[in-house]
């Protein structure tokens, strides 16, 4: 069983429901894929026990066999490649490690190098979550890769909670694809409800299916709810807008372990999802 | 010397662009003569680092100084690299030819 947890945007509350989901499920591994911005650990806080290094591929230019044709930048469709007339100069931060320079290269002047981009951390927690996380370099333009690495690195069955970066780009793709289901975080907010309707767009392209959790949750921003309403969307869980949650997450604590009712909120949702991934599983 | 600024026109009169790697066209003076060519940026729609592809075409040009609201860190580098020497902070309500006298006056 895959659930990850996404958001359309930042600062819904995401990271605070995938612990608090990950702390209530039996024998669970947490993988944060928020490369950029890490900090499920934060309320996690894992003990390490592994810490690795992630490369990616870049090409090397030998400029005694370069000719300056120009071809490795022209088919360059990040623009990593410059040509300086005396030299082709590599920004490696926004080399997506395609590989086409290599391979279109006429003189046979470029050859693939390995480079650090990021780490990998592993863990567990005091109640027995495996965890995951990784770092991204600061400038790298492509987290997928790594997001791709982080996810594999755990190869076993036990139940899977992926924590997506926000935003709907390539990086949140390859954080959700292939889960089971999807948990969309927003909160009742014109921000929130507009980034929702672009997640959830991005997740019935892929075929995955979801639900929605609103954070913060504010009867007054009734929009969200009519929305919801009148696409016949699944709402597993209001969690109201409470000084209580508020404090403790903002504190580093998770509120499954101080806020008494979070708790159960959290079981709650647990069991919506696994019936609607049994419902998926008999379709 | 020559000196690169960020417009968003093709003349000495139009306005500065403050985007480095999105503006729509390169000013060149030579400040020894004062002529000036105008270069179409090839990086203002590009899908991503625009600012070095812009870097690329300035060090090419053999530019010696950029004038330009702000540049990222890529552009940068790149511009550092083709030793270009950089000064940010123009406004956008600046008219080309009075950035250019403004860094001749200063300099
Ligand atoms: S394609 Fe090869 S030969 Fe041509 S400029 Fe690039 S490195 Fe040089
Ligand atoms: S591997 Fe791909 S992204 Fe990287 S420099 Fe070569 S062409 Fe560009």
Redesign the pocket.
């Known amino acids: 069983m895959v659930i990850s947890i996404a958001s359309g945007k930042g600062g819904t509350g995401k990271t605070t429901v995938a612990c608090g989901l990950a702390s209530v499920t039996n024998n669970c591994v947490y993988i944060d894929c928020d490369v950029e911005e890490p900090n499920g650990h934060i309320l996690l806080k894992p003990k390490i026990t592994l810490e690795e290094s992630s490369y990616k ?3 090397k230019i030998n400029n005694d066999l370069c000719n300056f044709c120009n071809k ?1 930048t022209e ?4 623009n ?2 410059l040509n300086f007339k005396t030299e082709i100069y ?1 920004i490696d931060e ?9 391979y279109f290269c006429p003189q046979k002047a470029i050859t693939e190098v390995k480079k650090e981009n990021g780490k990998i951390r592993i863990g567990e927690t005091s109640n027995n979550i495996l965890f995951y996380d990784a770092y991204l370099k600061v400038g790298e333009a492509s987290a997928a890769p790594l997001i791709k690495k982080v996810k594999n690195a755990y190869k076993g069955d036990r139940p899977v909670i992926i924590d997506s970066p926000p935003g709907t780009s390539c990086s949140m793709l390859e954080a959700v694809k292939d889960s089971d289901f999807c948990v969309l975080v927003t909160e009742s907010t014109p921000f929130g409800f507009n980034d929702l309707k672009l997640a959830i767009n991005v997740l019935r392209q892929i075929n995955i299916p979801y639900g929605i959790v609103i954070n913060k949750y504010d009867e007054n921003f009734s929009l969200l709810d009519e929305y919801i309403h009148d696409n016949q969307l699944n709402l597993l869980l209001r969690i109201p807008f409470r000084m209580d949650i508020a404090e403790s997450y903002s504190k580093g604590e998770l509120p499954t372990e101080t806020v008494k009712d979070y708790k159960v909120m959290m079981l709650d949702l647990l069991e919506k999802i696994k019936k609607e991934i049994v419902k998926k599983e008999y379709a | 010397m020559l000196i690169a600024v960020t417009s968003s026109g093709d003349s000495l009169d139009s306005l500065v662009n403050e985007k480095f790697g999105r503006c729509q066209y390169f000013i060149i003076v030579n400040a020894d003569t004062m002529k000036y060519e105008v270069v179409p940026n090839p990086a203002e729609n590009a899908q991503g680092g625009a600012g070095p592809k812009a870097a690329e075409v300035l060090v090419n040009k053999g530019v010696n100084v950029l004038l330009t609201g702000h540049v990222g860190d890529k552009a940068e580098e790149a511009l550092k690299k083709g030793h270009i020497h950089i000064i940010t902070g123009l406004n956008e309500n600046t008219k080309i030819a009075d950035a250019i006298k403004f860094y001749l006056s200063k300099k």
């Open positions: 591929i870049i090409p490795c088919v360059c469709e990040f990593a490649l590599l926004l080399c997506h490690s395609c590989g086409a320079c290599t």
